[in-house]
């Protein structure tokens, strides 16, 4: 899995540019694989952020929809990743 991310986001950051990746969801709750991606990714060169406020599960789906949203709203339909 910390494999599959850290692929996926040198993926998206060679299409993009985007340097910036945001860790958060269930998987968030398994210490394991926060803590790996963390540092594999920052090894790597990304910035990389995590949730304080925002619970790691379910309860932040909502918010995830509405950056998703926003971003749309602001830049365009086009799909991020």
């Known amino acids: 899995m910390v494999a ?8 998206i950051s060679r299409e993009t540019g985007i340097r ?3 860790l958060c969801g269930g998987v968030s ?3 394991f694989l ?3 991606n963390l540092a594999i990714l920052e090894r790597d060169g990304f910035e ?3 949730h304080r406020q925002v619970p790691p599960n379910d309860g ?10 926003d971003y749309q709203r602001t830049f365009g339909n086009g799909r991020v990743g």
């Not at 599959?4 to 993926?11: A, P």
């Not at 932040?60 to 949203?69: D, E, K, M, N, T």
């Open 4 to 11: 599959m991310v850290r692929r996926r986001c040198r993926e």
């Open 20 to 22: 910036q990746v945001v």
């Open 29 to 31: 709750l398994n210490e």
């Open 34 to 36: 926060p803590v790996n």
């Open 48 to 50: 990389v952020y995590g």
């Open 60 to 69: 932040g789906i909502a918010i995830g929809r509405l950056v998703i949203a």
